[in-house]
C-alpha cells in the first residue's frame, strides 16, 4: 500500500470514528481520568473540612471596594471562557480537527470553570483575604485545573500517537501523586507539598504551548505561557511576600492588588491571548481568503 493510500484510509477510518460516541481514544481518556479521580476520592475520605468559621472575628476580611473588584476578577472567567470555547470550536473545526480533540478542547475549557467556581468557594471561606492554605475547595481548584489543562492539551492532537498516549498516562499519574501529597501536606503543616502541583501544572503547560504552536505556527503562542506562569507567579511571589496575614499582619491593599493582578493580568491575559491566536489562525484567516476568493470572482 502506497503511503498516499494509507494517509486516505487512516482519513476515512477517522472520519467514521468522527460518527461514533464511544471509540478506543474515548475509552483510553476515560481511563487516564478514573485515574486522577482515584486521587480526587481518596481527598475527599481523608481530606477535613473547614476547621474554622471565615467569620472569626479575629480575622481580617476584604470589603468594599477592594471585594468587588474581586469578585469581578473572577467572575470574568464565567463570560471568557464561554467566548473561547465557541472560538475554539468554530477554529478547531475549520482547521481539520478531528471532533474527538475538538470534545477535549471543550471540555477542558468546561473545566476551567469548574476550577475557578471552588476558587471563588474557597476564598469565600477565606472571607477573600488570600492565604495559602490546605483545604478541600482549594485541592479542587488545582485538581480541576490541572485537568482542564491536560484536556485543553489533547483537543490540539492532530494525530494520536504512542507518545501522545503515554503524555496522557503521565498527567493522570500526577493527579494520583498529587493527591496523595496533598492531605500529607495538611497534616505537616507544610506547603511545600503543593510543590508536586506546580511541578504538574508547568508540565501540562509547556506541552499545551508546545501543541498549540504546532498548530498555529505562530511564535506570538510563547505570550500564553510567560502571561500564564511567568506574570501569573510572579504576582503569586509578590502575594505571600506582601500580603501579610489576615490574624497577625493585615496588609489589605497588597493582599487585595496582587490577587486581583495575579488572576487579571495572569491568568485571563494567558487566556485571551491563547484564544486570539486560534481565532486569529482558524477564523479570521479563513474569512480573509474567502472574501478574496469572492472578489476575484
Same mark, same amino acid.
Given at each position: 500500500?502506497?503511503?498516499?493510500?494509507?494517509?486516505?484510509?487512516?482519513?476515512?477510518?477517522?472520519?467514521?470514528?468522527?460518527?461514533?460516541?464511544?471509540?478506543?481514544?474515548?475509552?483510553?481518556?476515560?481511563?487516564?481520568?478514573?485515574?486522577?479521580?482515584?486521587?480526587?476520592?481518596?481527598?475527599?475520605?481523608?481530606?477535613?473540612?473547614?476547621?474554622?468559621?471565615?467569620?472569626?472575628?479575629?480575622?481580617?476580611?476584604?470589603?468594599?471596594?477592594?471585594?468587588?473588584?474581586?469578585?469581578?476578577?473572577?467572575?470574568?472567567?464565567?463570560?471568557?471562557?464561554?467566548?473561547?470555547?465557541?472560538?475554539?470550536?468554530?477554529?478547531?473545526?475549520?482547521?481539520?480537527?478531528?471532533?474527538?480533540?475538538?470534545?477535549?478542547?471543550?471540555?477542558?475549557?468546561?473545566?476551567?470553570?469548574?476550577?475557578?467556581?471552588?476558587?471563588?468557594?474557597?476564598?469565600?471561606?477565606?472571607?477573600?483575604?488570600?492565604?495559602?492554605?490546605?483545604?478541600?475547595?482549594?485541592?479542587?481548584?488545582?485538581?480541576?485545573?490541572?485537568?482542564?489543562?491536560?484536556?485543553?492539551?489533547?483537543?490540539?492532537?492532530?494525530?494520536? #500517537?504512542?507518545?501522545?498516549?503515554?503524555? &496522557?498516562?503521565? *498527567?493522570? $499519574?500526577?493527579?494520583?501523586? !498529587?493527591?496523595?501529597?496533598?492531605? /500529607?501536606?495538611?497534616?505537616?503543616?507544610?506547603?511545600?507539598?503543593?510543590?508536586?502541583?506546580?511541578?504538574?501544572?508547568?508540565?501540562?503547560?509547556?506541552?499545551?504551548?508546545?501543541?498549540?504552536?504546532?498548530?498555529?505556527?505562530?511564535?506570538?503562542?510563547?505570550?500564553?505561557?510567560?502571561?500564564?506562569?511567568?506574570?501569573?507567579?510572579?504576582?503569586?511571589?509578590?502575594?505571600?511576600?506582601?500580603?501579610?496575614?489576615?490574624? #497577625?499582619?493585615?496588609?489589605?491593599?497588597? &493582599?487585595?492588588? *496582587?490577587? $486581583?493582578?495575579?488572576?487579571? !493580568?495572569?491568568?485571563?491575559?494567558? /487566556?485571551?491571548?491563547?484564544?486570539?491566536?486560534?481565532?486569529?489562525?482558524?477564523?479570521?484567516?479563513?474569512?480573509?481568503?474567502?472574501?478574496?476568493?469572492?472578489?476575484?470572482?
Amino acid at each position: 500500500m502506497s503511503s498516499k493510500q494509507f494517509t486516505k484510509s487512516q482519513q476515512a477510518l477517522e472520519e467514521n470514528n468522527d460518527g461514533k460516541i464511544f471509540t478506543s481514544h474515548l475509552g483510553f481518556t476515560a481511563l487516564c481520568f478514573l485515574i486522577g479521580l482515584a486521587g480526587f476520592g481518596y481527598i475527599l475520605a481523608t481530606l477535613p473540612g473547614i476547621a474554622e468559621s471565615p467569620t472569626d472575628p479575629s480575622r481580617t476580611c476584604i470589603v468594599d471596594g477592594w471585594k468587588l473588584g474581586l469578585i469581578i476578577t473572577h467572575v470574568l472567567v464565567f463570560a471568557l471562557i464561554p467566548l473561547a470555547m465557541k472560538i475554539f470550536y468554530n477554529s478547531l473545526k475549520n482547521l481539520g480537527l478531528p471532533s474527538r480533540s475538538i470534545f477535549a478542547s471543550q471540555l477542558g475549557l468546561a473545566f476551567v470553570m469548574v476550577a475557578i467556581a471552588s476558587e471563588i468557594g474557597w476564598h469565600v471561606t477565606q472571607c477573600w483575604y488570600y492565604q495559602n492554605d490546605f483545604t478541600m475547595l482549594n485541592f479542587m481548584f488545582y485538581f480541576f485545573l490541572i485537568s482542564a489543562f491536560a484536556l485543553w492539551a489533547d483537543g490540539l492532537v492532530e494525530k494520536t #500517537t504512542i507518545i501522545t498516549n503515554l503524555i &496522557n498516562i503521565v *498527567f493522570a $499519574i500526577s493527579l494520583l501523586v !498529587v493527591s496523595i501529597l496533598y492531605p /500529607l501536606g495538611y497534616q505537616a503543616g507544610n506547603d511545600n507539598f503543593k510543590i508536586p502541583i506546580y511541578i504538574a501544572l508547568t508540565l501540562v503547560l509547556v506541552v499545551l504551548t508546545y501543541r498549540g504552536y504546532k498548530i498555529l505556527q505562530d511564535w506570538k503562542i510563547i505570550l500564553f505561557p510567560i502571561f500564564s506562569v511567568g506574570v501569573n507567579l510572579t504576582f503569586v511571589f509578590l502575594l505571600d511576600k506582601f500580603g501579610g496575614n489576615p490574624y #497577625t499582619d493585615p496588609q489589605v491593599t497588597f &493582599n487585595a492588588l *496582587f490577587h $486581583i493582578l495575579h488572576d487579571l !493580568v495572569g491568568t485571563e491575559a494567558g /487566556l485571551v491571548i491563547f484564544t486570539w491566536l486560534v481565532y486569529s489562525k482558524g477564523i479570521a484567516q479563513k474569512n480573509y481568503k474567502a472574501t478574496l476568493a469572492t472578489e476575484k470572482k
